[in-house]
């Protein structure tokens, strides 16, 4: 059973305009949230991080939002770049420091 | 500052056929990890340790065993290679501080 969730498999934005990525979680337990992004052929990379105690996390260009009762975090990009086109992978942490991710959503940024 | 380091980047080996896969870091991280990451399926956790001389079982460890030979080192060995091992297998370091560090990936191809 997928306690992180990315439904989205891939999302197309355009330039200058703001990239929404979203995830779902099942698991209550889940402390620590976190976003990575990907190019082909290299390791993830971290992005940003929210504690479960926010709602909200701001670092330049991207923001993380998280709603606890709806088990829901969002990554806003804004404004999109082309650099930004990747895989983006949504984590959660739990107590024992195991880290789940979800399955990635593939971000394209039209010029 | 080479960060997580893992060797081979490449490697083709045939059904039955046995191997190890090196990472090591220098961040002086408690806890290490080993991911799988497969088309549609995101990256999916083998093994991981949450200090020197502990290791537990992630979602998909059938077919693996691990080694946290010290702080730094934690291998990945398929005793007996199987096609459905196809994959490109990332080690990640954290601590509780930290979020993970990854590696730039093995891709192992099981004939």
């Known amino acids: 059973d997928q306690q992180v969730k990315q439904n989205s498999p891939s999302l197309s934005v355009q330039e200058g305009r703001i990239s929404i990525l979203n995830c779902d979680y099942t698991n209550s337990m889940f402390d620590y949230f976190l976003w990575y992004k990907k190019y082909p052929a290299e390791g993830p990379t971290f992005l940003i991080s929210?504690?479960?105690?926010?709602d909200k996390n701001e670092d330049g260009r991207f923001t993380v939002f998280l709603n606890k009762s709806a088990k829901h975090l969002s990554l806003h990009i804004v404004p999109s770049q082309p650099g930004d086109s990747a895989v983006y992978f949504c984590?959660?942490?739990?107590?024992?420091?195991?880290?789940?991710f979800g399955k990635g959503t593939r971000l394209h940024i039209l010029p | 500052n080479a960060g997580v380091t893992q060797t081979p980047k490449f490697q083709v080996l045939k059904t039955g056929q046995s191997m190890t896969l090196q990472c090591a870091q220098d961040m002086n991280h408690n806890s290490m990890y080993w991911y799988r990451q497969d088309p549609g399926m995101g990256l999916r956790l083998i093994y991981y340790?949450?200090?020197?001389?502990?290791?537990d079982k992630g979602e998909v460890p059938n077919g693996y065993n691990v080694s946290r030979l010290n702080k730094r080192e934690f291998s990945l060995r398929l005793e007996s290679a199987a096609p459905s091992q196809t994959s490109v297998y990332f080690c990640a370091s954290s601590d509780r501080v930290q979020p993970q560090h990854f590696g730039d990936g093995t891709r192992l191809s099981i004939l």
């Open positions: 929210i504690s479960s105690i926010k």
């Open positions: 984590a959660a942490r739990e107590r024992d420091d195991k880290i789940i």
């Open positions: 340790s949450a200090s020197e001389g502990t290791t």
